[in-house]
Nanobody, 126 residues
Framework: QVQLVESGGGLVQAGGSLRLSCTAS????????MGWFRQAPGKEREFVTA????????YYEDSVKGRFTISRDNAKNTVYLQMNSLKPEDTAVYYC???????????????????WGQGTQVTVSS
């Protein structure tokens, strides 16, 4: 049974930083590309960033480029999201996600991810 467990969310002032973690179990983590998505109240879940399983290539949504960094530690089965220079519009529930099968390319589409964490709330005050 695949489980993804996020942690690290919280309340931070604009301009501050947070680091989210997502620890996976039930899959061979090193073979899975991983993604982060977010969902603000009243909005659809949107892509934030993804990292590939093989060479660790990364892909970012335009609004977070230069502020957010995704990384992974395969020895710990964990993917991270370092968020700097946070803005009020970054406020959302953040979800990590994994595809149903390994060896896949990174993707920005929710439809390409079959496993989701429970989410962690990030609130940025102005």
């Amino acid at each position: 049974q695949v489980q993804l467990v996020e942690s690290g969310g919280g309340l931070v002032q604009a301009g501050g930083s947070l680091r989210l973690s997502c620890t996976a179990s039930g899959l061979t983590f090193r073979l899975y590309s991983m993604g982060w998505f977010r969902q603000a109240p009243g909005k659809e879940r949107e892509f934030v960033t993804a990292i590939s399983w093989n060479i660790g290539s990364t892909y970012y949504e335009d609004s977070v480029k230069g502020r957010f960094t995704i990384s992974r530690d395969n020895a710990k089965n964990t993917v991270y999201l370092q968020m700097n220079s946070l803005k009020p519009e970054d406020t959302a529930v953040y979800y990590c996600a994994a595809p149903e099968k390994g060896y896949g390319m990174t993707s920005s589409s929710r439809n390409d991810y079959g496993y989701w964490g429970q989410g962690t709330q990030v609130t940025v005050s102005s």
